[in-house]
Protein backbone atom coordinates (compact mmCIF):
# COMPACT_ATOMS: atom_id res chain seq x y z
CA UNK A 1 0.00 0.00 0.00
CA UNK A 2 1.38 3.71 -1.02
CA UNK A 3 2.57 6.22 1.74
CA UNK A 4 1.62 9.41 1.61
CA UNK A 5 4.49 10.56 -0.56
CA UNK A 6 3.92 7.81 -2.64
CA UNK A 7 -0.01 7.77 -2.91
CA UNK A 8 -1.21 8.85 -6.83
CA UNK A 9 -3.45 11.32 -7.98
CA UNK A 10 -6.09 10.24 -10.31
CA UNK A 11 -4.94 10.57 -13.54
CA UNK A 12 -6.56 13.70 -15.70
CA UNK A 13 -5.26 15.90 -18.46
CA UNK A 14 -5.97 19.57 -18.56
CA UNK A 15 -2.76 21.15 -20.15
CA UNK A 16 -1.06 22.75 -16.55
CA UNK A 17 2.25 22.93 -18.44
CA UNK A 18 1.10 25.69 -21.49
CA UNK A 19 -0.85 27.49 -18.50
CA UNK A 20 2.66 27.59 -16.90
CA UNK A 21 4.10 28.56 -19.80
CA UNK A 22 1.39 31.56 -20.54
CA UNK A 23 2.02 33.04 -17.13
CA UNK A 24 5.71 32.89 -17.67
CA UNK A 25 4.81 35.16 -20.70
CA UNK A 26 2.33 37.49 -18.95
CA UNK A 27 4.88 37.71 -15.98
CA UNK A 28 7.55 38.78 -18.93
CA UNK A 29 5.03 40.94 -20.57
CA UNK A 30 4.25 42.98 -17.21
CA UNK A 31 7.67 42.98 -16.25
CA UNK A 32 8.68 44.83 -19.21
CA UNK A 33 5.78 46.83 -20.57
CA UNK A 34 3.85 47.91 -17.34
CA UNK A 35 5.42 47.52 -14.06
CA UNK A 36 9.41 46.77 -13.95
CA UNK A 37 9.49 47.07 -10.38
CA UNK A 38 7.62 43.83 -10.08
CA UNK A 39 11.01 41.96 -10.69
CA UNK A 40 12.47 43.26 -7.81
CA UNK A 41 9.56 42.03 -5.78
CA UNK A 42 9.39 38.31 -7.50
CA UNK A 43 13.10 37.26 -7.63
CA UNK A 44 15.05 35.49 -5.09
CA UNK A 45 17.77 37.62 -3.34
CA UNK A 46 19.84 36.32 -0.92
CA UNK A 47 20.40 39.09 1.84
CA UNK A 48 16.95 40.01 1.24
CA UNK A 49 15.55 36.67 3.10
CA UNK A 50 18.18 36.76 5.39
CA UNK A 51 17.11 40.27 6.57
CA UNK A 52 13.38 39.54 6.33
CA UNK A 53 12.32 35.67 5.76
CA UNK A 54 8.92 36.66 4.82
CA UNK A 55 10.56 36.97 1.37
CA UNK A 56 10.96 33.13 1.16
CA UNK A 57 7.69 33.47 -1.16
CA UNK A 58 10.34 34.51 -3.99
CA UNK A 59 11.55 31.11 -3.77
CA UNK A 60 8.64 30.27 -6.10
CA UNK A 61 7.78 33.19 -7.58
CA UNK A 62 11.55 33.76 -9.11
CA UNK A 63 10.56 30.94 -11.27
CA UNK A 64 8.22 32.93 -12.97
CA UNK A 65 10.30 36.00 -14.08
CA UNK A 66 12.92 36.21 -16.36
CA UNK A 67 15.76 38.44 -17.49
CA UNK A 68 14.94 38.68 -20.66
CA UNK A 69 13.47 37.58 -23.77
CA UNK A 70 16.14 35.05 -24.79
CA UNK A 71 16.37 33.57 -21.19
CA UNK A 72 12.56 33.61 -21.22
CA UNK A 73 12.76 32.18 -24.64
CA UNK A 74 15.05 28.94 -24.95
CA UNK A 75 12.85 27.83 -21.31
CA UNK A 76 9.69 28.32 -22.28
CA UNK A 77 11.20 26.49 -25.65
CA UNK A 78 11.99 23.86 -23.28
CA UNK A 79 9.26 23.49 -21.47
CA UNK A 80 6.79 22.94 -24.82
CA UNK A 81 9.06 19.84 -25.72
CA UNK A 82 9.40 18.70 -22.70
CA UNK A 83 6.52 19.36 -20.49
CA UNK A 84 4.09 18.65 -22.73
CA UNK A 85 4.98 15.37 -23.43
CA UNK A 86 5.54 14.59 -19.84
CA UNK A 87 2.14 16.09 -18.34
CA UNK A 88 0.38 13.68 -20.83
CA UNK A 89 2.66 10.66 -19.12
CA UNK A 90 1.86 11.53 -15.72
CA UNK A 91 -1.10 13.60 -15.38
CA UNK A 92 -1.84 17.26 -15.19
CA UNK A 93 -1.97 17.09 -11.19
CA UNK A 94 0.87 14.70 -10.67
CA UNK A 95 2.92 17.14 -13.34
CA UNK A 96 1.93 20.42 -11.15
CA UNK A 97 3.42 18.91 -7.86
CA UNK A 98 6.18 17.77 -9.33
CA UNK A 99 6.82 21.21 -11.64
CA UNK A 100 6.25 24.11 -8.80
CA UNK A 101 8.01 21.77 -6.17
CA UNK A 102 11.42 21.27 -8.17
CA UNK A 103 11.45 24.77 -8.56
CA UNK A 104 10.63 26.14 -5.09
CA UNK A 105 13.47 23.44 -4.10
CA UNK A 106 16.09 24.06 -6.55
CA UNK A 107 15.70 27.93 -5.57
CA UNK A 108 15.56 27.38 -1.70
CA UNK A 109 19.00 25.22 -2.27
CA UNK A 110 20.35 27.55 -4.41
CA UNK A 111 19.72 30.15 -1.41
CA UNK A 112 21.51 27.97 0.99
CA UNK A 113 24.47 27.71 -1.57
CA UNK A 114 24.70 31.34 -1.83
CA UNK A 115 24.09 32.14 1.86
CA UNK A 116 26.65 29.53 2.66
CA UNK A 117 29.55 30.95 0.67
CA UNK A 118 28.75 34.63 1.34
CA UNK A 119 27.16 35.71 -2.26
CA UNK A 120 24.50 37.36 -0.75
CA UNK A 121 23.53 39.78 -3.50
CA UNK A 122 22.62 37.05 -6.52
CA UNK A 123 19.56 37.62 -8.09
CA UNK A 124 18.13 34.57 -8.97
CA UNK A 125 15.21 34.47 -11.92
CA UNK A 126 13.85 31.71 -14.22
CA UNK A 127 12.20 28.80 -14.84
CA UNK A 128 15.45 26.95 -15.34
CA UNK A 129 15.72 24.87 -11.96
CA UNK A 130 12.18 23.53 -13.37
CA UNK A 131 12.66 22.90 -16.75
CA UNK A 132 16.26 20.68 -15.56
CA UNK A 133 13.82 18.97 -13.63
CA UNK A 134 10.97 17.98 -16.29
CA UNK A 135 14.11 17.25 -18.54
CA UNK A 136 15.29 14.59 -16.05
CA UNK A 137 11.77 13.33 -15.35
CA UNK A 138 11.52 12.90 -19.29
CA UNK A 139 14.45 11.05 -19.12
CA UNK A 140 13.74 8.62 -17.27
CA UNK A 141 10.42 7.67 -19.03
CA UNK A 142 11.32 8.13 -22.45
CA UNK A 143 15.30 7.67 -21.81
CA UNK A 144 15.81 6.49 -25.79
CA UNK A 145 13.67 9.43 -27.31
CA UNK A 146 16.10 11.59 -29.77
CA UNK A 147 16.65 14.84 -28.16
CA UNK A 148 18.23 17.75 -31.35
CA UNK A 149 20.89 19.87 -29.58
CA UNK A 150 20.96 23.10 -31.05
CA UNK A 151 18.05 21.73 -33.68
CA UNK A 152 20.92 19.82 -35.71
CA UNK A 153 22.51 17.64 -33.36
CA UNK A 154 20.78 14.20 -32.01
CA UNK A 155 21.55 12.91 -28.68
CA UNK A 156 19.72 10.42 -26.64
CA UNK A 157 17.31 12.25 -23.63
CA UNK A 158 19.06 10.06 -20.68
CA UNK A 159 22.58 10.64 -22.21
CA UNK A 160 21.71 14.12 -22.41
CA UNK A 161 20.51 14.33 -19.23
CA UNK A 162 23.82 12.73 -17.81
CA UNK A 163 25.79 15.49 -19.74
CA UNK A 164 23.95 17.96 -18.10
CA UNK A 165 24.12 16.43 -14.98
CA UNK A 166 28.33 16.31 -15.48
CA UNK A 167 28.30 20.37 -16.76
CA UNK A 168 25.97 21.49 -14.53
CA UNK A 169 28.06 20.35 -11.53
CA UNK A 170 31.60 21.43 -13.01
CA UNK A 171 29.78 25.13 -13.74
CA UNK A 172 29.00 25.99 -10.24
CA UNK A 173 32.40 26.41 -9.18
CA UNK A 174 33.02 28.85 -12.14
CA UNK A 175 31.39 32.54 -12.27
CA UNK A 176 30.09 32.88 -15.22
CA UNK A 177 26.25 35.31 -14.79
CA UNK A 178 24.91 31.74 -15.18
CA UNK A 179 23.12 29.60 -11.89
CA UNK A 180 24.62 26.47 -13.12
CA UNK A 181 23.99 25.46 -8.77
CA UNK A 182 19.93 26.40 -9.94
CA UNK A 183 20.25 23.34 -12.95
CA UNK A 184 22.13 20.88 -10.57
CA UNK A 185 19.37 21.02 -8.25
CA UNK A 186 16.45 21.04 -10.54
CA UNK A 187 18.54 17.69 -11.68
CA UNK A 188 18.71 16.35 -8.27
CA UNK A 189 15.53 17.20 -6.84
CA UNK A 190 13.70 15.47 -9.52
CA UNK A 191 15.80 12.45 -9.28
CA UNK A 192 14.79 12.13 -5.48
CA UNK A 193 10.99 12.56 -6.23
CA UNK A 194 11.06 10.10 -9.02
CA UNK A 195 13.14 7.70 -7.04
CA UNK A 196 10.79 8.41 -3.38
CA UNK A 197 7.22 9.44 -4.84
CA UNK A 198 7.10 7.88 -8.03
CA UNK A 199 9.43 4.89 -7.10
CA UNK A 200 11.46 4.63 -10.49
CA UNK A 201 14.23 2.98 -9.96
CA UNK A 202 16.44 5.06 -12.06
CA UNK A 203 18.90 2.52 -13.32
CA UNK A 204 16.18 -0.31 -14.59
CA UNK A 205 14.33 2.88 -16.49
CA UNK A 206 17.71 3.28 -18.78
CA UNK A 207 16.98 1.05 -21.93
Known sequence: MPNILSRKFRYTYSNVNMAIVAINIIVFFIANYIYPSITYYLAMMP???????????????CTFAHAGFSHLFSNMLGLLIFGTILERQIGSREYLLFYLLCGTLSSALSFVTYALSGQYFVFLLGASGALYAVMLLFALFFPNATVFVFGMIPVRASVLVIFYFIFEFSGSFISDGISHATHLFGLIVALLYAIIRMRINPFKRRY
Open 47 to 61: LRILMDPKYVYTFLT
